[in-house]
């Protein structure tokens, strides 16, 4: 069974910038990075898989990085430049979305992020 905990949203003005943290308990074969704004489904936004080959909405290309570091079980995304439009809870999980079909595991909490002046 497959846990996830993200952290590391907060409040950032509109140009800044912050790193997103995902600790993997089990194994995943690919993580994706997902956003849901008040009103909006949840979407995916980046994903990375296994061999390292990643992917990107066109909306964050240029200015969100997906990374991993295995010896940590941890997934990263690497948000510069933020938006307004970039506020929302972003949680992980496997990617699901532009075209990649993995079952999702259980839902983590998720962090905030709210790109505001």
Known sequence: QVQLAESGGGLVQPGGSLRLSCVVSGIMVATGWYRQAPGKQRELVAAITGGGSTNYIDSVKGRFT????????????QMNSLKPED?????CNLPRGMGYYFSLASWGQGTQVTVSS
């Open 66 to 77: 997906i990374s991993r570091d295995n010896a940590k079980n941890t997934v990263y995304l």
């Open 87 to 91: 506020t929302a809870v972003y949680y």
